[in-house]
Every structure is written in structure tokens, then in C-alpha cells.
């Protein structure tokens, strides 16, 4: 998707820009660091200025101080660096502002310390109510194993707990809350799901993707006034991190509804473009595509599973797991998704499919196929449908060649690699490594990768998200000898799938994802040129300042 603009066309925007500037001053003008725009056209500038939310100047500094008049606000970078705005292209915001309001269980680096937090908390919040967490991850742990009720029940055995693993496709669970809800040595798992059991059959207090939801009788529906302040929570952490929009995967009707709410009373400072459930995608089909306050949030995608999760071994897979007796759980059948996905392409809804095991993305991109032929172009709402698959971890080399064959997009987590590489190899095994995050080989295959993070199952931080995707590394700089470095990507590359990708992914590509002419004017600032530090240094940048529609959404304290 490259830029076609003419040096000459481009110039004459700049020009005509400029001429009109004595009539009407720019409201902003940004100089004074590095500006780096994702536009093949014009890669760098030394200023940009802003009239009416939209991106009127971009060139010189002496082109810019046209555009100044007496109401004209001057942001000098002092030496930072001014990027087009960073979208999360998959992240959970309400599950951001929870992981911000419960117990955090990130970091947490054994069993003991899993049971201590548990006991830390139950001493803050005395009563009988459940204790609820999440973040956890034991691929690192020295006991080397999954939690279990009985590390709860050590420290908590009058009141439920119920602790979510971080990739959202596992949790563990005491006794209590086993009992509450009816869950003991006979009960059977649905299907996409299982109950793990002990030599003697009794459950361990691990349950595996569908059956998560036998716990479902132990959420209590948030009021709306806790729904609120869960989203504020998340709105506050992800400005202040640079990110000036995401796109907000598996969210039911009600927090969409919320969400446009916010928007309409202008207290969202992020972009947000809402993928929701299958339940809520009933919903969405009834009444197309929606936006709210000038598509400050848009609402056109439904998000579907495919399988689980390659942590809890759920994620689906031809061959078994190089470390387990199982090839993962498919969560969805042809029957019954393909007839969804060609009402979908009538009426004009993307649709966003999770798969992160071989054999989850080859059986999507099997429906995917079944659906686009059964509902040719003549017959769609909108004949180019940008369908995605989310993650996209585990790929053959077929399947590979077969996203940009379908045009389906690849929505990736760079921080993912980073984080699994410590466990994946053990999974898979060496072989499989190949088509494993394979970022590069399928955008040199044509496809087009919008990045993001996935947050809360990752930290959500843009820094470490940029860092994963150029240096395919852990956070102290360790790699496995076969973890594939040549997947890693250049910053350019890196910078678009951050920006431009996203827009192209969310059909916002003419509005946003590059600082260009007539373009909104969202942008994010960071202390360091993030295209130009040491790789190492990119994970220790620091926000400054985030720009929504020309307004100010976040501005660091001091800056």
C-alpha cells in the first residue's frame, strides 16, 4: 500500500496549504525534532500544522511559520520525536481497566508467589466475596506446572477465587469457587474446553477455554457505574502510554453502547474501533455498521474463536504438542460459522477470527474461502472486506502464501514472540518454529500485518511492542538460537504496522495511520527518535504527549 503522491503533487499540496495560511493560522504547529509521517512520499519532515483537526502543513520549518498566527499554539518537541498516532491493532480495553482495578498477577514468578498475592489480598478486602485476578503465566515458574486449587485452598478456603492466566484462555480456580459452581469429578467438559483432572480424577482447579464458562455463574454484572470507572481506568493508562487509539476486540453490545456514550460527551481520548462477540454480532447485523461523535468510535467488526491459546495448550494443531498428548481445541465448527461469515459479507460487517495453531488458522482460512466464494463480489455490501485473522501465530508455509491469495489480514502481537519464546519452542518443537510469529515472511508474501498487543494478556505498552517487532528479543536482549531473527522487521516497516497497517485494517486509511495532508491529526510523541536509538534503548522511551483530532489527550507532566 504504497503512497503515489508525485514530488510535484506533493509540493503543490504544500503550496496551496501555505497560500491560504494568512486566511486561516493553523491552531497548532509541532517543530523542533525529528517528525517521522509513515508516508513513502515524504518520510521525514521538520514540521507539521494542524487547522480544524486535520493536518494542513507538512514540510520545512520555514513553510510552517505561515501558518502561525496570534492564536496559533507552537508545540516545540525540544528534541522529541512526533510520530503518526500508534494503534493498538488488538487489545481488551475493559480488560485493561479491570487489570488496573483487581489484583494484577503480572510478574508473579512461582506457585508460592501466585498464593502469597491471593493471601495479600484476601487481607485487603476482608468478607466473603470472590477474590478475582488476573496476568499470571507459569512457563517460567520452578514448579514448572500449572497452579491448582490446592495452592489456593492453603491460603484462601472460605471465600471463591478465580485467577485468569494472561493469555485469557485458562484460569485456576480454589475449591470454593469449584463448589459454587458445581463442578466436581463428574462433570464433563463442553466442547472447545477442558477440565484438567488428577491421577485420582479429582478436577485441579485449571480450566481450559469453553469450560471458563461453567464459572460464568460466579460474575456478578458490573452497574453501569463500575462499567465507567473500568473504562476510565483503561482510557488513562493507554493515553499515557502514546497510543491514541486500538481496536477493541471481543466486546459485547452493552460496553459498545457505553463506549459511544463516552464519545458523545467528549470524555474519550482514544480512537476506538470495536470488534464485538458473537452474542452482540446478532446485534450488529441487525443494524450495520455503527459510528459515533465523528467516528471517534466506530463499530463494524465481530470477533469469533477459532481455538485457544498456545500457553494452555489450546491453540489447535496438526500434529500433538511436542510436550503434551493433545493437538489443542477447536472452538467453532463449518456448520455453523460459514452461514455467519456469508450473512456478514452481505451486509457489509468485517469479521475478525481468532486462530493461533496451524490447524486454527488453515481451518479459518478454509471458511474464509468457503464464505468469499459462496457471496462473490457482485453479491457483498462492500466488495473488499478486509477480513482478519487474529494472531496468526502457528502457520505452514502454505498458509502463509494463502492471506494475501484471500486478502485476509494477518493482525499480529509483536510482544507475543517475545514472551512465548521462552515456552514455544517446547511446544512445537523445532520444526514448527518456522511459520512461528512469522511477521516478515508474510508481509514479504504481499500481506498486509496491522501489530498490537493484545493487552491485557501483554502489557500494552507501545515501546515494547516496537522493540519486539525490530528485535525479535526478550526485554534483557535474549533470543533462542532458532527463534528465526529473520523474522524481525525494519523501523519503517515497524512504524507502519503501528500505523498506517492498522487504518488500512480498520478502513480508515484515507484519515489516518500517516502524517499527510488532509489527514485527522492524531499523533504520538515519544523522548527518543524511536527509528533512530539503539535497539536496546527503544523499551526505555517515554511518552509525552498523545494527539486526538488536533486536541491535546495526554500531555506528561513537566513536558
Known sequence: M???VSVLALAGLLWAGAASAAEAPADLVFWGGPIHTADDAHPT????AVRGG???????RKGAQA???AKTQEVDLKGAALFPGFTDAHAHLYGIGQRELTLNLEGVQSAAALAAAVKARAAQTPGTGPIL?????????????FPTRQDLDAVVSDRPVVLMRADGHALVANSAALKLAGIDRNTKAPSGGDILKDASGEPTGMLIDAAMGLMSALAQQPTPEEMRRTFQAGFKVYSEYGWTGLHNMSVPWDQALMLEDFARDGELPLRVYNAVTPEA??????TGPRSAADSRVVTRTIKFYADGALGSRGAALFEKYHDADTTGLVQ???????????EALRKGIQVATHAIGDRGNSLVLDWYAQAFAEVPAAERKVAEPRWRVEHAQILTAKDIARFPALHVIPSMQPSHAIGDLHFAPSRLGEDRLAGAYAWKSLIEAGAIV???SDAPVERGDPRIEFYAAVARKDLSGFSAPDWHPEQAVDRETALKMFTLWPAFASFAEKDLGSITVGKRADFSVFDVDLMTVPEAAIPKAKALMTVVDGKTAFRAAGW
Open 2 to 4: 504504497r503512497t503515489t
Open 45 to 48: 519532515a521538520q514540521a507539521v
Open 54 to 60: 486535520r493536518i494542513a502543513y507538512v514540510g520545512d
Open 67 to 69: 501558518f502561525v498566527g
Open 133 to 145: 485476578g488476573r496476568g499470571w503465566i507459569e512457563t517460567h515458574w520452578p514448579e514448572k506446572r
Open 281 to 286: 454480532g446478532k446485534m450488529l447485523l441487525a
Open 332 to 342: 467453532m465448527k463449518a456448520e455453523d460459522v460459514v452461514p455467519v461469515y456469508e
Open 450 to 452: 496491522p501489530a498490537g
